[in-house]
């Protein structure tokens, strides 16, 4: 079946615009989760769902990240007042029976 | 201390030999770890996971863990150029529910 998807794939934004990443997970699976990955880094944990539910956003690094999963299976990561700290790719995983499985992710660049 | 400790690497190891990927955790009640291999450019894929203290193999790979040393580690036997990638340990953490904490990787190069 298929994957988890993300869109967009790549998104170049100017610093102070708000940008929204997209995460369709398996079909499914109740568990999506978000991370934040720099260049030459693992991934850092943002938040993690159960089905609609956040349980965790410990992650996240500022009032300026937000997610949600109203119906809970799309997710979207909302980034508001992009910075340039802000640059660097948004992985995606849907997980069953603790396997995750990453989305290919957003490359974020902000100018 | 970081969460989840690994070198950085570069590891180069030649083709054939054993590779040897060691992580250190520092949460004393994690009981379930993970490895995962990324290629450059592309997402973390799953290659093991473990859970007892012991040996768990499968095919060319053997994770251990020592709970006691806050240890785990993975062996890839029999190294081949496909293998060079960057070795991601993870860490569920504490009695959380779900929160997994990466290590920042290895990069191994398998050398012909």
């Known amino acids: 079946g298929a994957g988890v998807s993300q869109s967009p794939r790549y998104k170049v934004a100017k610093r102070g615009q708000d940008v929204a990443l997209r995460c369709d997970p398996i079909?499914?699976?109740?568990?999506l989760f978000w991370y934040q990955q720099a260049l030459g880094q693992g991934p850092e944990f943002l938040t993690y769902?159960?089905?609609?539910?956040?349980?965790?956003k410990s992650g996240l690094p500022s009032d300026r990240f937000f997610a949600e999963r109203p119906e809970g299976s799309v997710s979207t990561l909302k980034i508001q007042r992009t910075q340039q700290e802000d640059s660097a790719v948004y992985l995606c995983?849907?997980?069953?029976?603790?396997?995750?499985?990453f989305g290919p992710g957003t490359r974020l660049l902000v100018l | 201390q970081k969460e989840v400790e690994q070198n950085s690497g570069p590891l180069s190891v030649p083709e054939g030999a054993i590779a040897s990927l060691n992580c250190t955790y520092s949460?004393?009640?994690?009981?379930?770890f993970f490895w995962y291999r990324q290629y450059s450019g592309k997402s973390p894929e799953l290659i093991m996971s473990?859970?007892?203290?012991g040996d768990k193999e499968d095919g060319r790979f053997t994770a251990q863990l020592n709970k006691a040393s806050q240890y785990v580690s993975l062996l890839i036997r029999d190294s081949q150029p496909s293998d060079s990638a960057t070795y991601l340990c993870?860490?569920?953490?504490?009695?959380?529910?779900?929160?997994?904490?990466f290590g920042s990787g290895t990069r191994l190069s398998i050398r012909p």
């Open positions: 079909s499914g699976h109740v568990s």
């Open positions: 995983a849907s997980s069953f029976q603790e396997t995750q499985y």
């Open positions: 993870a860490v569920k953490w504490r009695s959380s529910a779900s929160k997994i904490i």
């Open positions: 473990i859970y007892s203290n």
């Open positions: 769902f159960q089905n609609e539910a956040q349980l965790d």
């Open positions: 949460d004393r009640v994690s009981q379930s």
